[in-house]
T-cell receptor, first 112, second 110 residues
């Protein structure tokens, strides 16, 4: 079956870049997503990338996709304390009417 | 721009009680779904719907029912609450590419 894996924790200093990595298994995934969850809040869609793209940039966010290795990364430039949150990688699959399969989330801690 | 609205935000139930979690979206999306979030496990799909009148089971459907009488609403019913259903529940609505989530319902079953 499909599976999405992420590292559990990342700590960076304010102003540095953060890179959160994710690997997935379903080679038929059409879209891959990054969500942000702040404490006690819902999931906020940050960005998504089509599987036929290698890179997508959106302001401070850069998504890189290596389809051959099934590896997805999210780079946050000039990381701020407000970026501290849990970041979830998700892949869109054809199962269950195109459900999303989520990783367990990466906790990003930004130190000032 | 409401997006996906879930109610209530918090709920405490006694074992054996039933309740309905409400979800509404105003984006005219056909696909809606319910997930539960448990620590260290990401989100797991409970039920989903690909349009009004059509629902189906996800990965962890036991103990839950859904219905979809309108495009906008997708309520989740807990039939007889159990402590194992203590979790945070998220409703999601998906268009062609983007999937949006509600703010979540934190449910505790005692």
């Amino acid at each position: 079956g499909e599976d999405v894996e992420q590292s559990l924790f990342l700590s960076v200093r304010e102003g540095d870049s953060s890179v959160i990595n994710c690997t997935y298994t379903d080679s038929s995934s059409t879209y891959l997503y990054w969500y942000k969850q702040e404490p006690g809040a819902g999931l906020q869609l940050l960005t998504y990338i089509f599987s036929n793209m290698d890179m997508k940039q959106d302001q401070r966010l850069t998504v890189l996709l290596n389809k051959k290795d099934k590896h997805l990364s999210l780079r946050i430039a000039d990381t701020q304390t407000g970026d501290s949150a849990i970041y979830f990688c998700a892949e869109g699959t054809e199962e269950y009417g195109n459900k999303l399969v989520f990783g367990a989330g990466t906790i990003l801690r930004v130190k000032s | 721009n409401a997006g996906v609205t879930q109610t209530p935000k918090f709920q405490v139930l006694k074992t054996g009680q039933s309740m309905t979690l409400q979800c509404a979206q105003d984006m005219n999306h056909e696909y809606m779904s319910w997930y539960r979030q448990d620590p260290g496990m990401g989100l797991r799909l409970i039920h989903y719907s690909v349009g009004a009148g059509i629902t189906d089971q996800g990965e962890v459907p036991n103990g839950y029912n859904v219905s979809r009488s309108t495009t906008e609403d997708f309520p989740l019913r807990l039939l007889s609450a159990a402590p194992s259903q203590t979790s945070v529940y998220f409703c999601a609505s998906r268009g062609a590419f983007e999937a949006f989530f509600g703010q979540g319902t934190r449910l505790t079953v005692v």
